[in-house]
């Protein structure tokens, strides 16, 4: 660090004269504290004009935010309900298949009945025509043992093939009556789930209308919020003013002296703050009116460590609107990094970290969704692309 007496060189008249003002150094120093105490107070002021701008550019996004969400929750909807039909469609044709295919083994079973039921009765009647006493004289009236075995053999298997054709005869029926109970089963199952899908559709008709008034809702509050979002793009060309007057105080309040490479020698050469995949990138386009990302997203496990690119000096750790807990980080040269949707701040304003030592945990802070870390870097406070400066 260059401390007061390194800036005077020790040379010639210049160095007898400092000698020669040595009883002026008390009022010196002085003077550098009452400069350190109002560096501090116009440090304090600024971070109440953050917070009011933070709080003013908020108010402006709710109203627009929340028609957005109503719209969000009729398109799942819709969604669901497509999805509950597409199902439902599904479920009616197999039911049909089903039907079908009862129907077709009802008719079979019906023709096998009525066969069996014609075989059945022609043995019935020639039984009857040839009666049972004509049975018995016929076989009374025979002298040949070996007739009288072959007829008794004859006649045991006309009974039989009778028994075989009433057996099948009641398996028919049996089978019959399943199949009539199944029809009867799948036509009452058909019937309320035509009348569920004629509810869904009802379901689908009403949520597309409150789509309609969604969708004119978010229209029209875009239409009326043209000049709120010009003013939010203002805000936040301010709100990056502010930062970067915000580090220029810093370096002049903790002014301590940086050793090794210059961040500006390092691009290309950074490692990213976290291993972890890149789910947005610098440059796209935001939701809102035509501001674009001036970071990129990384998105990974909750609570994973967050560890500085390069050494600096803290300037800021705290929480700010859009970006949750956020840190921002001093390189000098008018560079800065900025680490947002963070868990924990594990430094605090005006510490100086290392290169790769861990400042903070992966979260989901500022009204993320899901645990992630936005990181980017300024120059001048114009926004860099993080992605030209890391290997």
């Known amino acids: 660090m260059r401390t007061f007496l390194a800036s005077i060189p020790f040379s010639g008249p210049i160095f007898l004269l400092f000698f020669a003002s040595l009883s002026l150094f008390p009022l010196l120093l002085s003077a550098e504290e009452g400069k350190v105490i109002e560096k501090k107070a116009e440090l304090a002021e600024l971070k109440i004009?953050?917070?009011a701008l933070q709080e003013v550019m908020q108010e402006r996004q709710s109203k627009l935010q929340k028609e957005d969400a109503v719209l969000k929750d009729v398109d799942i909807r819709i969604s669901d309900i497509n999805s509950n039909l597409r199902d439902l469609d599904g479920r009616k044709q197999s039911l049909h298949t089903e039907l079908s295919d009862l129907q077709t083994k009802k008719t079979e079973t019906v023709t096998s009945l009525q066969a069996e039921q014609q075989i059945l009765a022609q043995q019935l009647r020639s039984a009857y025509v040839s009666?049972?006493?004509?049975?018995?004289?016929?076989?009374?009236?025979?002298?040949?043992?070996?007739?009288?075995?072959?007829?008794?053999?004859?006649?045991?298997?006309?009974t039989e093939s009778r028994v075989r054709t009433i057996n099948r005869i009641n398996q028919h029926l049996d089978l019959l009556k399943t199949l009539e109970s199944g029809i009867r089963t799948r036509s009452i199952e058909l019937k309320n789930l035509i009348?569920?899908?004629?509810?869904?559709?009802?379901s689908l008709k009403l949520a597309y209308l409150d789509q309609k008034k969604a969708v004119q809702a978010l229209r029209n509050?875009?239409?009326?919020?043209?000049?709120?979002?010009e003013r939010m793009q203002n805000d936040e060309q301010e709100l990056l003013h502010l930062i970067e007057k915000l580090r220029e105080i810093i370096d002049e309040l903790l002014d301590e002296e940086r050793t090794g490479t210059?961040?500006?020698?390092?691009?290309?050469?950074?490692?990213?703050?976290?291993?972890?995949d890149i789910v947005v990138r610098f440059g796209t386009r935001r939701q809102i009116g035509n501001m674009r990302w001036k970071g990129i997203i990384l998105a990974g496990e909750l609570g994973s460590d967050i560890h500085a690119v390069y050494q600096g000096r803290v300037v800021y750790a705290d929480w700010m609107r859009g970006f949750g807990l956020l840190l921002i980080i001093?390189?000098?040269?008018s560079y800065l990094s900025l680490y947002g949707y963070?868990?924990?701040?594990?430094?605090?304003?005006?510490?100086?970290?290392?290169?790769?030592?861990?400042?903070?945990?992966m979260g989901k802070?500022?009204?993320?969704?899901?645990?992630?870390?936005?990181?980017?870097?300024?120059?001048?406070?114009?926004?860099?692309n993080p992605l030209r400066w890391v290997r």
């Open 262 to 276: 210059s961040f500006q020698e390092l691009r290309g050469l950074l490692k990213l703050p976290v291993e972890a």
């Open 49 to 51: 004009k953050i917070a």
């Open 365 to 384: 802070s500022g009204g993320s969704s899901k645990p992630g870390l936005y990181f980017g870097i300024r120059y001048k406070g114009r926004p860099q």
């Open 195 to 202: 009348n569920l899908q004629r509810e869904r559709r009802r």
């Open 330 to 333: 001093d390189h000098g040269d």
């Open 221 to 229: 509050e875009l239409a009326g919020n043209l000049q709120q979002i």
């Open 342 to 361: 963070n868990e924990s701040i594990l430094v605090e304003e005006g510490d100086w970290v290392a290169t790769g030592q861990t400042v903070a945990s």
């Open 131 to 158: 009666g049972h006493e004509g049975y018995i004289k016929l076989i009374m009236n025979q002298q040949d043992p070996a007739v009288v075995s072959r007829m008794l053999v004859y006649y045991r298997y006309l």
